[in-house]
């Protein structure tokens, strides 16, 4: 795409005027949009790749809290070549250390391991800071690693994920929670107040049409998800609820690179308004 060979500022500039038919405040940025453009641009704070390394975050995250916190690495690899599907536990979830969202669902051997393998060489190619300027990726040195499929695999033969609570912190503090359903299949896009009010407003995938039942092990994901968020003015961070307790998943400091709209537009200032850059 003509966009990724643009020096970085331009390609911030011009994905955001492409979404937002506006360029953004970068001098007083006010909104949650602006605010994330501001940060792809400008803030190179030395602690958040090793955050955003999915093998690394995960380690920081079974040092502070236990094992139990992490859903367990199965291996970690250098390359595609090295794996041998033969030795894997099925189902499992191979996934990029330094991107988001490219996951190869695996429930069993795969008959044809040359087409798996070549789908591995490009997530590892990949090079998620050039078609989203996020600055952090571009400072991991790319790996894979394997993980157990831990929801119900698959259904109708199409992986199954387990809903994503995201909770919004801003210095610390968890301001909103995102509850994402149906990754897969139908996805469902919900937000909650910590005390599990809804707030009524979309973002980028429609509401489900009903309400989402409270998840058993929230406050325990709060405080945690507040514990992580400590001495970063935002960070979104995500966990599941496995058998009642919180599990790890990732930290995200550029949601959507800030190009995902929400309507109305005033929560796009009303989440700008948390966050004191």
């Known amino acids: 795409m003509f966009r990724d060979a643009l020096p970085t500022h331009a390609h911030v500039l011009i994905d955001h005027y492409r979404i937002h038919w506006r360029l953004p405040n970068l001098t007083h940025p006010k909104t949650f949009s602006e605010k994330i453009a501001w940060r792809m641009l400008y803030d190179r704070d030395a602690r958040i790749p090793a955050m955003v390394d999915k093998i690394a975050a995960k380690q920081q995250m079974a ?75 571009s400072q991991i040195a790319p790996r894979l690693l394997v993980e157990p499929f831990v929801a119900e695999p698959f259904i109708d033969g199409r992986p199954h994920g387990l809903t994503d609570y995201k909770f919004h912190t801003f210095g610390g503090r968890v301001f909103a929670v995102q509850v994402d359903v149906g990754r897969y299949t139908r996805h469902t896009r919900n937000f909650y107040t910590p005390e599990w009010e809804p707030m009524n407003f979309s973002l980028l995938y429609p509401r489900a049409s009903g309400e989402i039942p409270k998840p058993a092990a929230l406050d325990e994901m709060i405080a945690r998800a507040g514990r992580i968020g400590e001495g970063f003015s935002y960070v979104r961070v995500d966990l599941y609820e496995i058998e009642g307790k919180s599990k790890f998943g990732e930290v995200t400091f550029y949601p959507g690179a800030g190009l995902e709209v929400f309507k109305p537009k005033q929560f796009d200032a009303l989440f700008g308004e948390q966050w004191n850059l």
């Open 63 to 137: 040092a502070r809290f236990g094992e139990r916190f992490v859903i367990p690495t199965l291996a970690v690899y250098d390359n595609a070549a090295e794996i041998d599907f033969a030795l894997l536990p099925y189902p499992c979830v191979i996934k990029p250390n330094h991107a988001s969202g490219f996951n190869v669902f695996l429930r069993e051997k795969p008959p044809g391991e040359r087409k798996v393998r070549r789908r591995l060489l490009d997530l590892l190619r990949y090079r998620h800071q050039h078609s989203a300027e996020e600055w952090a990726y």
